[in-house]
């Protein structure tokens, strides 16, 4: 029978975007057994006239040390050779989410609680464009945030390189409104300063590569 379908392997996006796609760690991946939920990314051969690919979940029916089987739980919504109940098998690796079927396996299984970094920043389009690398930063009283947003506003304003940059041509930058990740993804050199007060400020000396602390 010809393959119906195709599993995206989550990892390259993953090492691309560490600090805002974040995969189940090892240990929970190695704990997935009969009766629990993971999700994946499935694509469909031929490929669906509409969706690219969909995320769904599949429950499981067999595991072992390197693949799954399951059955389709999600009811796909551009996959004419794939339905609700259809058997899927895919590696480990591939699963993107999981939900166990005894939540004690979970809390044994998670350790640490992860460090996330979804509350917003504003900062230099150049900098979130991979263009140039964060130069000056400093934290101010939030005040971009909503009381109905998710995610709250961190205070934090980021510049991209102002080194032979005239005012003009810094005041004429386009600024985004981002979650932090999404910066650090680009340049992380500052991620041991995310967590300073309001009212830090730094700038970054090129030669050492290091930030100093301003006044």
């Not at 005894?102 to 609680?113: A, F, M, T, V």
């Not at 917003?120 to 979130?128: F, I």
């Not at 590569?209 to 006044?215: A, C, E, N, S």
């Given at each position: 029978?010809?393959?119906?379908?195709?599993?995206?392997?989550?990892?390259?996006?993953?090492?691309?975007?560490?600090?805002?796609?974040?995969?189940?760690?090892?240990?929970?991946?190695?704990?997935?057994?009969?009766?629990?939920?993971?999700?994946?990314?499935?694509?469909?051969?031929?490929?669906?006239?509409?969706?690219?690919?969909?995320?769904?979940?599949?429950?499981?029916?067999?595991?072992?040390?390197?693949?799954?089987?399951?059955?389709?739980?999600?009811m796909?919504?551009?996959?004419?050779?794939?339905?609700?109940?259809?058997?899927?098998?895919?590696?480990?690796?591939?699963?993107?989410?999981?939900?166990f079927?005894?939540?004690?396996?979970?809390?044994?299984?998670?350790?640490?609680?992860?460090r996330?970094?979804?509350?917003?920043?504003?900062?230099?389009?150049?900098?979130?464009?991979g263009?140039?690398?964060?130069?000056?930063?400093?934290?101010?009283?939030?005040?971009?945030?909503e009381?109905?947003?998710?995610?709250?506003?961190?205070?934090?304003?980021?510049?991209?390189?102002?080194?032979?940059?005239?005012?003009?041509?810094?005041?004429?930058?386009?600024?985004?409104?981002?979650?932090?990740?999404?910066?650090?993804?680009k340049?992380?050199?500052?991620?041991?300063?995310?967590?300073?007060?309001?009212?830090?400020?730094?700038?970054?000396?090129?030669?050492s590569?290091?930030?100093?602390?301003?006044?």
């Open positions: 029978m010809s393959q119906l379908y195709e599993i995206d392997d989550p990892r390259p996006i993953a090492a691309s975007a560490p600090y805002t796609y974040y995969l189940p760690a090892p240990a929970l991946l190695r704990a997935i057994g009969n009766d629990d939920l993971v999700q994946a990314t499935i694509r469909s051969i031929p490929p669906s006239p509409k969706w690219d690919a969909e995320r769904m979940w599949i429950k499981i029916t067999s595991a072992d040390p390197e693949w799954l089987e399951g059955t389709l739980e999600s796909p919504s551009d996959m004419p050779n794939l339905s609700q109940g259809s058997i899927i098998r895919l590696p480990r690796s591939h699963v993107i989410d999981i939900i079927a005894d939540p004690e396996k979970e809390l044994i299984s998670r350790g640490e609680p992860r996330e970094y979804w509350e917003r920043c504003l900062v230099d389009q150049c900098v979130l464009d263009k140039l690398p964060v130069h000056y930063l400093y934290r101010e009283t939030p005040d971009m945030g009381a109905s947003d998710k995610y709250p506003d961190s205070g934090w304003r980021i510049r991209g390189d102002m080194r032979g940059v005239s005012a003009e041509q810094l005041d004429a930058r386009k600024s985004v409104y981002v979650a932090l990740g999404a910066v650090l993804n340049d992380d050199s500052w991620i041991g300063l995310v967590d300073e007060p309001t009212g830090s400020a730094f700038e970054k000396d090129f030669e590569g290091t930030f100093v602390r301003l006044d």
